[in-house]
């Protein structure tokens, strides 16, 4: 999660330079390439049934492609602060789709985590906190990141049901691979319309970080740690999320954070807490 949120910062200075699509196209590419070997299916790993196919499907249609593309637009569109503040709903979102899609029931205080992280949304719109950090149509931008937060819960939800049959690492490699095809007819358009000498080296240097963070290494340790743990217990873990993502931006790119950047973010933050502390065990009577 800290990976995820130092990317999601770091998309932003990519997105000025590269156009979305072959960003993306450029990043699913680069991750196909690191593993290859990843595509193997291990001795003791049964073969994929018919539904574990469409849930691979499924994970990067939601989980790679469309969260890249709303999250990149986004972040072009608003500041890393912002996207974090944002980003600190995945918890109770995931809560919600629990509920919604799995009927795991929703205790009340995570009804109200997704109250506070509304709440620290609409102070963003109402004050356009993006601070100056964003771009010109940050109500757009935020609205973008609030659908990769969507597609970010949906990939928590379904990952956990494909971490029982499939290896984190097979995992990884094939939602990649998933989402380089989805990809490909929009990257091939506008990299045939791109000046590849325009980027500097940095660029690529930060492209390459990008890449593997986003498909590999972030990827790898989520479905590995979901293997061990319940979607809810590891949802605590997606607060470094949004603490990555404006830290990143306040300190990397040097976007403001003043009163009411903190206001959103404390908002969000005590959303968060309050959909992942444990529940303490009442004593037997």
């Not at 073969?47 to 990149?72: K, V, Y």
């Not at 479905?223 to 873990?237: E, I």
């Not at 206001?263 to 444990?278: D, K, N």
Request: hydrophobic fraction near 60%; charged fraction near 10%; include cysteine.
């Amino acid at each position: 999660m800290s990976l995820v949120g130092s990317y999601v910062a770091l998309s932003k200075p990519l997105v000025a330079a590269i156009p979305v699509f072959l960003l993306a196209w450029l990043r699913f590419g680069i991750g196909a390439a690191a593993m290859p070997h990843w595509l193997r299916r291990a001795a003791n790993e049964p073969p994929p049934t018919p539904q574990t196919r469409r849930l691979l499907f499924l994970e990067s249609l939601l989980g790679n492609f469309l969260f890249s593309i709303f999250m990149l637009y986004g972040v072009s569109m608003t500041s890393a602060v912002s996207a974090g503040v944002i980003m600190a709903a995945i918890p109770a979102a995931v809560a919600i789709m629990s509920w919604a899609f799995l009927r795991e029931r929703v205790p009340p205080r995570v009804w109200a985590a997704a109250a506070c992280a509304a709440g620290g949304i609409a102070l963003l719109a109402a004050g356009r906190a993006d601070g100056g950090g964003g771009g010109a149509r940050p109500w757009l931008g935020n609205l973008l990141v609030f659908g990769a937060v969507l597609c970010e819960a949906s990939y928590a939800v379904i990952g956990k049901k494909l971490t029982g049959s499939i290896g984190p690492r097979r995992i990884a490699a094939v939602v990649n691979l998933w989402g380089l095809v989805l990809v490909t007819p929009f990257g091939l358009y506008q990299a045939w319309q791109f000046d590849f000498s325009a980027p500097g080296p940095g660029t690529w240097a930060l492209l390459l970080f990008y890449s593997l963070a986003a498909s590999v290494w972030s990827v790898w340790l989520w479905m590995t740690g979901l293997r061990s743990l319940p979607v809810a217990q590891a949802g605590v873990f997606t607060v470094m999320l949004p603490v990555a993502a404006a830290a990143v931006g306040v300190l990397a790119l040097g976007e403001p954070f003043g009163g009411l950047q903190a206001a959103a973010f404390a908002l969000a933050l005590a959303g968060v807490l309050l959909a992942t502390l444990p529940v303490r065990a009442r004593p037997a009577r």
